[in-house]
């Protein structure tokens, strides 16, 4: 992706980026977001608690997740933009998981948080200056950009919707 080609992050999140087609960040969130939420928002409740196999997540519980790792990601961003140079920690999402509570929610009351929660990613990253964008550090032991902090929020939606996809086929 050009708009981060110079930028230093860890070669595992081009998993992510990779899956992002537009080089403007604000375009890219809105999109992926758009996508996310076309594909849950006619699923029943009885979708959002179906799990394709034993010990995965439900449809719920992969959104609360992706909802935790931008909120996550997002104070990555702001604390690398002020120049905190801490290394940062990693965290466990399968604890995060375990402890969200989810299935005990309705689709409709994740997906309103899930709007707010990209209103707020986006209104952050629009805050950002060109400079603040270029600042980077390491978090979980991965170096990493604000900017290329953002474009991996939206990959990581997307890789997610892509799982989706492929494993929640709900009729």
């Known amino acids: 992706m050009k708009a981060i080609e110079n930028h230093n992050f860890a070669e595992y999140f081009n998993n992510y980026i990779n899956l992002v087609e537009e080089e403007d960040l604000q375009k890219a969130l809105k999109k992926s977001f758009k996508e ?9 409740e009885e979708q959002g608690n179906f799990a394709y196999a034993k010990k995965k997540w439900t449809v719920k519980e992969l959104l609360v997740h992706v909802m935790d790792t931008e909120r996550i990601f997002c104070e990555r961003a702001l604390r690398f933009a002020r120049n905190d140079d801490k290394e940062l920690p990693g965290f466990d999402h399968d604890i995060f998981v375990k402890n969200s509570s989810a299935n005990q929610r309705t689709l409709k009351d994740i997906l309103k948080e899930y709007k ?45 919707l892509n799982i989706l996809r492929k494993n929640y086929i709900i009729d």
């Open 36 to 44: 996310v939420k076309y594909f849950v928002k006619n699923l029943t």
């Open 116 to 160: 707010v929660i990209r209103k707020s990613t986006l209104a952050l990253f629009k805050s950002f200056t060109p400079e603040m964008l270029e600042k980077g550090g390491i978090a979980n032991g991965n170096k990493m950009t604000v900017l290329s902090i953002g474009f991996i929020i939206s990959g990581h939606e997307l890789h997610h």
